[in-house]
T-cell receptor, first 112, second 115 residues
Framework: AQSVTQLDSQVPVFEEAPVELRCNYS??????LFWYVQYPNQGLQLLLK??????LVESINGFEAEFNKSQTSFHLRKPSVHISDTAEYFC??????????FGTGTSLTVIP | GAVVSQHPSRVICKSGTSVKIECRSL??????MFWYRQFPKKSLMLMAT?????????EQGVEKDKFLINHASLTLSTLTVTSAHPEDSSFYIC???????????FGSGTRLTVV
């Protein structure tokens, strides 16, 4: 079975500062990795995903994540955050593609 | 891109009544859909996997008779919360897997409040 650990439940950061949201997973097989963002009272939106190929994946709004197989990590980073990035971020892992295992989420709060 | 429509977005019902939540894939066929429940400050908990034309597969601890799932077509799955109680109040989210290619799309969620 797979599991996902997001060690940081809350991350406050000042506007225009860099941020890293950590995600570690455990799995004995190859996995697909995802980051989702959730704004208040809304569903989940896919931010980025790693399926294969380059271990560094990027989103259109400046986020990036790097798949590190040896460390079983998929940390999310952004060099300069905006107020609009304030949201809940979920890391997820899937093996066969039939089921997702979500982390407990990290609440990112950008401070003006 | 793929869009999943979930309706209603918010619903308030009296204790003891039933509530139906719809999940539609608008521009793709989805043989498989998933229903999640999200508690405040918690991650998403998979409730069940909905398969078109067959019975849903429920996760351990989820009451099948309370959370009825129907997936009658390739674009529609419904979740009915029967005899709802205040403890059923939660945020319910569906997702659909595209039959062609790899992809999962989530609905916008339904906030259920049972009073």
């Amino acid at each position: 079975a797979q599991s996902v650990t997001q060690l940081d439940s809350q991350v406050p950061v000042f506007e225009e500062a860099p941020v890293e949201l950590r995600c570690n997973y455990s799995s004995s097989v190859s996995v697909y990795l995802f980051w989702y963002v959730q704004y208040p009272n809304q569903g989940l939106q896919l931010l980025l995903k790693y399926l294969s190929g380059s271990t560094l994946v990027e989103s259109i709004n400046g986020f990036e994540a790097e798949f590190n197989k040896s460390q079983t990590s998929f940390h999310l980073r952004k060099p300069s955050v905006h107020i609009s990035d304030t949201a809940e971020y979920f890391c997820a892992v899937s093996d066969t593609g039939n089921q997702f295992y979500f982390g407990t989420g990290t609440s990112l709060t950008v401070i003006p | 891109g793929a869009v999943v429509s979930q309706h209603p977005s918010r619903v308030i019902c009296k204790s003891g009544t039933s509530v139906k939540i719809e999940c539609r894939s608008l521009d793709f066929q989805a043989t498989t859909m998933f229903w999640y429940r999200q508690f405040p400050k918690k991650s998403l908990m998979l409730m069940a996997t909905s398969n078109e034309g067959s019975k849903a597969t429920y996760e351990q601890g989820v009451e099948k008779d309370k959370f009825l799932i129907n997936h009658a077509s390739l674009t529609l799955s419904t979740l009915t919360v029967t005899s709802a109680h205040p403890e059923d109040s939660s945020f319910y989210i569906c997702s659909a897997r595209e039959d062609r290619g790899y992809g999962y799309t989530f609905g916008s969620g339904t906030r259920l409040t049972v009073v």
